[in-house]
C-alpha cells in the first residue's frame, strides 16, 4: 500500500513538470542569474505560415517559442538552438490572429522571463485571383475574397521590373487598371490586408491590348468592308458580326486593319465588332456596341436610252434599298450627285454634243451602296464604238484584240486569228463583238471581205468624197493614184472618230505596230470608201 501511494505521487509530479515546460508561468518574477526576455522583432506573414523573429540574448544556449490565440494561454511550440533567432509557424489558419513569445534558456538549464504581451500576426493567405482581362477603360482584375481581409493592395510590374503599388487599400474584389499602356506585359499582384497586417499576394501575367477603334462599316462591291484602327501590340485582330438581338459570331482572325464580308446577304442590316489578339492569345475588349450597316448590292446599270439632248438611265432593283442616287461626270471629271429616287429610272436632259456618265447607288438611311465606277455613257452607239475605240490607243499588241476576235463560234470563212497576222480588220472587228452589234458592224480579218459585207448589208458607200460620221468604217487603198475614184483591193481599215474642218479623224489598229489616230482630208488621196453600220 505504501509502495503503491509512492507511484501515484511521481506520477502526479511528473505532470506538474510537463505542463510547466508546456506553458509559461504568468505570475514569475525574476531571479538572480535568469535571463532576460528576448526582444521580439516580427511576426509576418510568408508563403508557408508566420515567420516569427527576435534579437539574440547574451548567453543564451537556446530558445522556446510559444504561441497563444486571443486571451487563451501560452502553448509552447518548438525548442530551438542558440544560434536559431526566427522560426516558422505552418500550423495557421487564414482569418485567425495568432501572438507569439520566446523564452532564453541560460547555462543552468533554467529559461528565463518572456515578454508577456508578445507579438501578433493575423494569418492572411493570398487572394485567389479569379481573371485578369481588358475592360472599356483598362485592365480589370477579379479575385475571391480572403478570410480575415478587410481590404487588399494591388501592386504592378513589368517582367524584369520593381513591383510599385497603384492601389493601396481596396475594399472589394476588383480593380480597373486605367493607366495600362497598350501592347505592354504586366505583371499584377493582389495582397490580403487588415488594418496593418498584411498577407501573402498572388500574381498574374496579362499582355494588355487596347480597344482597337471601329473607323467604318460600308458596302463594297463583293460584301460589306469593316476597317479599324491600328492597336500597339497587337498580333492580328479577330472579327465579329451578329444580327440585331443575335449572338456575336467570329468571322475571320486578319492581320490587317481591315476585312471583307463577303457572307452578307443583300437587305440585312448587320453589327460588326473587332478585338485585338496579342501572341500569347490575350484579347482586347469587346465593344459591343459596335458598328452598323446594312448590305447594299451595287444596282446593275442597264443600257440608258439615249437621244441627242437626253439620257434615260434604268438599273435593276436592289433587296433592302429605300431609294437610289443618280451621279453624273464628264470624262475625266468626278462625280455629282444629280438626284434622288424611289425608282428605277432617271431621265437626264442636256445640250446637244455634251457626253456624260452616269452611276446609280442604292440607300437606305445612311447606309449606301457601291457603285460601277465606270458607270454608263449618254453616248449613242456611235458615240460607244468611238469612246471604246480609243480607249485602245497606245496599245502595241494585237493579243487582246486576237483574244476577242476568236472567241466567234463560227468566224467568218471559218478562219480565226493569228498573232503574227495583220491585225487591222481584226481591232474594228474586236469592237464590234466587244458591244454586241456583229449585225450591223461585220466581222473580218480581211479588209476586201470586209468590203463584201458591208455590200451584202446595203451599207457600202463607194463615193470617196463622202463625208463620215463618228462610228462610220474607212478603207484605205495604198495603190490610190489620186485620180478619180479607187476601186482597187483595199490594205487598211479604221473607225472614223470625228470629222472637224474638212479633215476626218480615225482610231486604227496596227498602224506602226499600235493602236494609233491618223488624220485625213475628206476626198484625200487613199481612201477606198466607207461601211456604214446602221446604228
Request: net charge positive.
Amino acid at each position: 500500500m505504501k509502495h503503491r501511494k509512492l507511484f501515484f505521487g511521481i506520477i502526479l509530479f511528473c505532470a506538474l513538470l510537463l505542463s510547466a515546460s508546456l506553458s509559461i508561468n504568468t505570475e514569475e518574477t525574476y531571479a538572480a542569474g535568469q535571463l532576460g526576455a528576448p526582444v521580439l522583432v516580427s511576426a509576418e506573414n510568408t508563403s508557408s505560415g508566420i515567420t516569427v523573429t527576435w534579437q539574440s540574448v547574451s548567453g543564451a544556449k537556446g530558445y522556446r517559442i510559444y504561441r497563444r490565440i486571443g486571451g487563451g494561454s501560452w502553448t509552447r511550440l518548438a525548442t530551438l538552438s542558440a544560434s536559431a533567432l526566427t522560426y516558422k509557424d505552418t500550423s495557421v489558419e487564414s482569418g485567425v490572429t495568432y501572438t507569439y513569445t520566446v523564452r532564453a534558456k541560460g547555462a543552468d538549464g533554467v529559461y528565463g522571463l518572456h515578454d508577456k504581451k508578445g507579438i501578433s500576426c493575423l494569418r492572411l493567405e493570398g487572394p485567389v485571383i479569379d481573371s485578369v482581362a481588358a475592360c472599356a477603360t483598362g485592365v480589370k482584375i477579379k479575385w475571391s475574397p480572403q478570410a480575415g481581409a478587410d481590404s487588399y493592395r494591388i501592386y504592378r510590374k513589368v517582367p524584369g521590373g520593381k513591383y510599385s503599388t497603384i492601389a493601396k487599400s481596396v475594399t472589394g474584389t476588383s480593380y480597373t487598371d486605367t493607366t495600362a499602356v497598350s501592347g505592354t506585359t504586366y505583371i499584377y499582384a493582389v495582397r490580403s490586408k487588415n488594418g496593418s497586417f498584411y498577407g501573402l499576394f498572388t500574381t498574374s501575367t496579362y499582355i494588355y491590348l487596347a480597344q482597337p477603334e471601329l473607323i467604318s462599316a460600308s458596302n463594297a462591291t463583293s460584301g460589306i468592308t469593316v476597317k479599324w484602327g491600328e492597336v500597339s501590340g497587337a498580333a492580328s485582330y479577330r472579327v465579329y458580326r451578329k444580327v440585331d438581338g443575335g449572338s456575336w459570331k467570329c468571322l475571320a482572325t486578319v492581320m490587317g486593319n481591315s476585312y471583307t464580308d463577303t457572307t452578307a446577304s443583300g437587305g440585312t442590316q448587320y453589327i460588326y465588332t473587332v478585338r485585338a489578339k496579342a501572341k500569347d492569345g490575350s484579347l482586347s475588349y469587346t465593344n459591343t456596341t459596335g458598328i452598323s450597316c446594312k448590305r447594299l448590292t451595287n444596282p446593275v446599270l442597264l443600257t440608258p436610252a439615249v437621244t441627242a439632248t437626253t439620257a434615260t438611265i434604268k438599273w435593276n432593283a436592289v433587296a433592302g434599298a429605300e431609294k437610289y442616287r443618280i451621279y453624273r461626270k464628264t470624262e475625266g471629271g468626278s462625280w455629282s450627285k444629280l438626284a434622288d429616287t424611289t425608282k428605277l429610272s432617271y431621265k437626264d436632259t442636256f445640250a446637244e454634243g455634251s457626253v456624260y456618265y452616269y452611276t446609280v447607288r442604292a440607300f437606305s438611311g445612311s447606309d449606301f451602296s457601291y457603285f460601277d465606277k465606270k458607270g454608263v455613257s449618254s453616248l449613242n452607239m456611235p458615240g460607244r464604238v468611238v469612246e471604246l475605240a480609243k480607249s485602245y490607243l497606245g496599245t502595241t499588241s494585237s493579243k487582246p484584240f486576237v483574244d476577242i476576235y476568236n472567241t466567234q463560234k463560227n468566224p467568218p470563212r471559218g478562219s480565226y486569228a493569228s498573232y503574227s497576222d495583220p491585225w487591222c480588220a481584226c481591232f474594228v472587228s474586236a469592237i464590234a463583238i466587244k458591244l454586241g452589234i456583229t449585225d450591223i458592224m461585220p466581222t473580218e480579218l480581211s479588209c476586201g471581205y470586209m468590203i463584201e459585207r458591208y455590200k451584202s448589208l446595203g451599207r457600202w458607200v463607194e463615193n470617196d468624197a463622202y463625208v463620215p460620221s463618228p462610228g462610220d468604217v474607212i478603207f484605205y487603198c495604198w495603190d490610190d493614184s489620186g485620180w478619180g475614184d479607187c476601186t482597187e483591193w483595199p490594205g487598211h481599215v479604221g473607225i472614223v472618230e470625228k470629222v472637224v474642218d474638212g479633215y476626218i479623224y480615225v482610231i486604227e489598229g496596227n498602224k506602226s505596230d499600235a493602236v494609233g489616230r491618223r488624220i485625213i482630208e475628206i476626198n484625200g488621196q487613199y481612201i477606198r470608201g466607207f461601211g456604214r453600220p446602221k446604228y
